[in-house]
């Protein structure tokens, strides 16, 4: 959520950012309802002093006056009950508009309506090359015995995957390597829930502009399933302050991720690049605001670290404003080539959120001189572990249908080349 003071200050700003990521908002609407809203409270807390000094005066009354001041209390009750029933529902419209609007882009980011504006500010290493044609990681692991999607198809729908053996060797092998790795760069590993509450979700700003639709919700419990533990993790600090002395916190969150991919089409539904079930390992880290954009190069470096590590070829892109979501203010993808497609697709991303999430979180730490101010949040991804699965299995094949397994992931695989 946005600092509402800044709003009453400069609400252009907040007009032309919202507009910047394709969100309309009614400013007019807000400034109206936000003063409706303070000069009824405003009154409230009168009739509040009013009957607490009408309280103190009892005991010494005599019973005339005594009756006299019990009166005015139920007066006041009654004056109480109906300025109560007209702000309720003006003080729940402008809460509902204050969490529609979004995070704004940060200094330098692009302003474009549309992806097709993102930059690529980076390409690493070279595309493989074949002397043979090139199979799809759906055909290289059914024939290797490690992939099985026909059969999770019966089990469990469309878009769910059995993986077997060596595949779960080396699912295993991607999260061992990932806490390896994020551990030297003080990151806290954590199993978070993967259930949380719509307080929670609609805090981490999931639930607006059509977010809703992309989530499992479990209506008989009014819970959500995450999509990634960011959202979990987000909200283990909820109504917390922290010790300046202990930010940045970092946690790696280990968890089993949920998406119904609505809308997804094209080559991106075979296979396991847009499944509904994956396992994620999750960068989180709660920063004070003068370190946040530092924290974010930061987890951007330790996956481009992951990635040369596993020998892949990569671009790194940043998103214009049209592209970045309800909370983020600045936004950075990983794209990883994967031959069957001839493209990069998708597998990492990160981004900071300034004081958006944890102003709805709650979450708060005393600075140096002792001011209450709230953290940032960055998060990114270690790795989106089928995605990652899907770059090696294409990557490393061969040409009699085995797989070479990454030199860094062989002490968890336990070989050097996966064959049926």
């Known amino acids: 959520m946005i600092d509402i003071k800044q709003l009453r200050e400069n609400p252009k700003h907040f007009l032309e950012s919202a507009k910047n990521k394709n969100v309309e908002i009614n400013i007019d609407r807000i400034l109206e309802l936000d003063q409706t809203v303070r000069a009824l409270k405003q009154s409230f807390e009168q009739i509040a002093a009013q009957k607490n000094d009408a309280s103190k005066k009892i005991p010494q009354a005599s019973e005339d006056e005594r009756k006299e001041l019990i009166e005015d209390m139920r007066r006041i009750d009654r004056k109480a009950d109906d300025l109560k029933t007209e702000l309720t529902p003006q003080a729940e419209e402008l809460d ?20 097709d504006d993102n930059e690529v500010i ?9 002397d043979f044609q090139v199979k799809d990681h759906v055909e290289l692991g059914e024939a290797l015995g490690i992939i099985d999607m ?13 993986l077997k053996g060596d595949a779960a060797l080396l699912h295993f092998a991607l999260i061992q390597y990932a806490l390896q790795t994020l551990s030297k760069h003080g990151f806290i590993p954590v199993v978070p829930p993967t259930l949380v509450g719509a307080r929670a979700m609609r805090a981490m700003g999931y639930l607006e502009h059509g977010g809703h639709d992309e989530i499992y919700y479990l209506a008989k419990d009014n819970q959500y399933l995450t999509g990634t533990s960011e959202q979990s993790i987000g909200a283990m600090h909820m109504d917390e302050v922290l010790k300046n002395e202990e930010l940045p916190l970092r946690y790696a969150g280990i968890s089993t991720c949920y998406r119904r991919e609505a809308g997804s ?3 991106d539904t075979k296979g396991l690049i847009r499944v509904h079930q994956f396992d994620k390992v999750e960068m989180f880290s709660f920063s004070t605001p003068e370190t946040s954009q530092a924290e974010h190069e930061l987890i951007l470096t330790i996956e481009e670290e992951l990635m040369q590590g596993l020998g892949l070829h990569y671009q790194v892109i940043q998103m214009v404003t049209g592209d970045l979501g309800l909370p983020a203010a600045k ?17 990492h991303s990160t981004s900071t959120c300034t004081d958006f999430q944890a102003r ?27 995605r990652t699965m899907v770059a090696i299995i294409e990557n490393y094949q061969q040409e009699d249908g085995s797989v070479a397994v990454p030199e860094v992931l062989r002490p968890w695989v336990g070989k050097d080349v996966i064959t049926a």
């Open 360 to 386: 709805r979180l709650n979450t708060r730490f005393k600075d140096g001189e002792g001011s209450m101010q709230f953290v940032h949040t960055v998060n990114g991804t270690a790795f989106a572990i089928g």
């Open 96 to 115: 509902e508009l204050l969490h529609k609007i979004p995070n704004p882009a940060l200094e330098g980011v692009k302003i474009s309506p549309t992806e």
């Open 150 to 162: 026909e059969r999770a198809a019966k089990a469990s729908g469309a878009r769910f995957a059995y």
């Open 265 to 267: 089409y094209g080559k």
């Open 122 to 130: 980076k390409t690493v290493g070279e595309k493989p090359e074949f």
């Open 331 to 347: 936004k950075y993808d990983i794209e990883t080539w994967i031959p069957s497609q001839d493209t990069f697709r998708e597998t």
